[in-house]
Antibody
């Protein structure tokens, strides 16, 4: 059974940093691209970042967030720096599928971890 | 403002059929495949449809997807109260080099 478990969320002040983790199990982690998708309170879904061999980022986080993975530990990470109030959201880890970006989708999602940026 | 446009809400009676539209452009829906996600209250999103019209294992055939030009549609037949949820469309946007989602549609089963 595929499982994705996020951790690392919490309360942080504007300008601060936080590192999210996603522990994966039930599949060959190194064979899949992985993603972070966020959802601000009461709002819709927003793609944040993807990684296969290289990383892709939404413009809203480019230069502030860094996605990485450790295939030996079956883990995905998101280093978030220079955090802003508008980064407040539940952050979901999601497995990516699709033979190409033109057919990309997310087939499994974790339960999410809440990041609150507030003074 | 979301890149993909969905109606904020739709409603129908139990047993009836409902459709949810998702409108985009040539840089996203027009040239890329669409996926649909169901998010029940206080839960993570769940994949319903991928590659425009394919259902993952375990998704009942009451759920269907289609695409024409720069628009996509999710159809749900035989509505149940358990279908009350937010539904999102998503796809790759070749101009933005990003995955984009619709703003979400809240389904109410009256």
């Amino acid at each position: 059974e595929v499982q994705l478990v996020e951790s690392g969320g919490g309360l942080v002040k504007p300008g601060g940093s936080l590192r999210l983790s996603c522990a994966a199990s039930g599949f060959t982690f190194s064979s899949y691209s992985m993603n972070w998708v966020r959802q601000a309170p009461g709002k819709g879904l927003e793609w944040v970042s993807s990684i296969s061999s290289t990383g892709y980022y939404a413009d809203s986080v480019k230069g502030r967030f860094t996605i990485s993975r450790d295939n030996a530990k079956n883990s995905l990470y998101l280093q978030m720096n220079s955090l802003r109030a508008e980064d407040t959201a539940v952050y979901f880890c999601a497995r990516g599928r699709g033979a190409a970006l033109t057919a990309y989708y997310f087939d499994y999602w974790g339960q999410g971890t809440l990041v609150t940026v507030s003074s | 403002q979301s890149v993909l446009t969905q109606p904020p809400s739709v409603s129908a009676a139990p047993g009836q059929k409902v459709t949810i539209s998702c409108s985009g452009s040539s840089s996203n829906i027009g040239n890329n495949d669409v996926s649909w996600y169901q998010q029940l209250p206080e839960t993570a999103p769940k994949l319903l449809i991928y590659e425009n019209n394919k259902r993952p294992s375990g998704i009942p055939d009451r759920f269907s997807g289609s695409k024409s030009g720069t628009s996509a549609t999710l159809g749900i037949t035989g509505l149940q109260t358990g279908d009350e949820a937010d539904y999102y469309c998503g796809t790759w946007d070749s101009s933005l080099s990003a995955v984009v989602f619709g703003g979400g549609t809240k389904l109410t089963v009256l």
